[in-house]
């Protein structure tokens, strides 16, 4: 059997000054740099890097999305003149405008019939969660009260087995194979 | 004549957002922290990246910064722990280009005609051969030349556990030097071994 030893043995301290002496080297090093443009270049982009990528906040991006709307009706607004002016004429303008009525009143509708939708299934579903958390809370003691039930009653069944073959087991070894005369 | 502000004002400045304020402090200790990457085993040509790497990390987390305790002692967990990582990272290299082959089998080796370079180099093998739980205490109380309560707030550890790490170091070090570099021990030693 090889027995591992350890690969120093504990030696005795030889003292700070021997430690100072051996090091000597070492603090004799000296290093000079000049990091601070660098780190402060660094820290500038990490800064800029941050603003950049930081994500919009759900109150920006409602503003965004505000700001993109108006826009593009002001881009529309523009084009219709444009196109007024150039045809001379109104024509072209009513047509735009009906169609952009028509098609106001269908985003209205689909927004009530969306909004109204999902009153509805809130009406619905809210009741419905409500009873379901209270019978989730009525029945949590129960059906830990079955679990360890159950357990209990798997436990005493394994012991039951277990009594009966031992008992049968006993009773075949018996002369006459346990059989009564 | 204004006085120059103390390292609180400048964090107090910084963390106000004077962000350009924080050079001040780059400038102050740049000069510790590469001088004590370079002793604590790393590169020349890397020092510059880890003093870097300091000062980064030293901005990144300044709100944190304990005023009770000096700049400098954070500076210099931050820069045993930014060398042991580069260190840790460059082992590998080390081992298979740096050692000569003569030192890898424990040989002696033409060490009395090496300058103060190549000892310090060797004492740099010789002491990652030390773990780095001791070899921390080791360079900063013997070569930072720190007191013993600063290297305990530096490595976050009581006094005592610094005193006993000291004390194993001491000896693992003598042991290390007594077996692979025998030229490093001193002149009265060399002779006692023999």
């Known amino acids: 059997m090889t027995i591992r030893r350890p690969i120093f043995r ?9 430690a100072r002496q051996v090091l000597t080297p070492l603090r004799r090093l ?14 500038a982009a990490t800064a800029a890097g941050a ?52 098609l ?36 949590t003691p129960i059906l830990r009260g079955a679990g360890m039930a159950a357990s209990a009653c798997g436990v005493l069944s394994i012991l039951i087995s277990f009594y009966i073959f031992t008992h049968a087991r006993a009773a ?10 | 004549m204004a006085s120059e502000p103390t390292d609180v004002e400048l964090i107090r400045e910084v963390l106000a957002g004077r962000v350009e304020r924080f050079e001040i402090l780059v400038r102050r200790y740049q000069r510790l922290v590469a001088t004590a990457a370079l002793r604590m085993g790393v590169a020349r040509q890397e020092v510059e ?4 790497e300091v000062f980064f990390k030293v901005y990144r987390n300044l709100g944190r910064y304990e005023p009770r305790h000096a700049l400098s002692t954070w500076l210099y967990r931050i820069t045993v722990n930014a060398a042991l990582d580069r260190r840790r990272s460059r082992r590998h290299d080390e081992r298979s280009e740096e050692i000569p082959a003569d030192l890898k089998d424990g040989r002696p080796s033409p060490l009395e005609a090496a300058g103060e370079r190549q000892r310090s180099r060797l004492l740099h093998e010789a ?23 600063e290297v305990a707030r530096i490595l976050d550890l009581p006094e005592g556990t610094i005193k006993s790490r ?5 000896a693992l070090l003598k042991e290390i030097i007594r077996r692979h570099y025998p030229a490093l021990a001193p002149t009265g030693a060399r002779m006692e071994d023999a």
């Open chain 2, 166 to 170: 000291l004390f194993r170091a001491r």
């Open chain 1, 51 to 102: 603003s950049e990528a930081r994500p919009l906040s759900p109150r920006q991006a409602r503003l965004a999305w505000a700001a993109g709307f108006l826009a593009g009706s002001v881009a529309l607004g523009l084009v219709t003149s444009a196109l007024r002016g150039a045809a001379g004429q109104g024509q072209a303008v009513h047509e735009v405008l009906g169609l952009l009525t028509s």
């Open chain 1, 10 to 18: 504990a030696a005795p301290d030889p003292g700070e000054a021997w």
């Open chain 1, 30 to 43: 000296r290093a000079d740099c000049d990091v601070a443009a660098a780190v402060m270049a660094r820290i």
């Open chain 1, 172 to 181: 075949a070894s018996a002369p006459g194979g346990g059989r009564r005369s």
């Open chain 2, 49 to 52: 990246d880890v003093a870097n």
């Open chain 1, 104 to 139: 106001g009143r269908v985003a209205v509708l689909l927004g009530r019939f969306l909004v109204s939708a999902y009153g509805r299934c809130l009406e619905i579903a809210a009741p419905v969660a409500r009873a379901v958390w209270a019978l989730f809370e009525v029945l």
């Open chain 2, 127 to 149: 002491l990652g051969r030390v773990p780095e739980h001791y070899r921390a205490p080791l360079m900063l109380a013997h070569v930072e030349g720190l007191p013993v309560e």
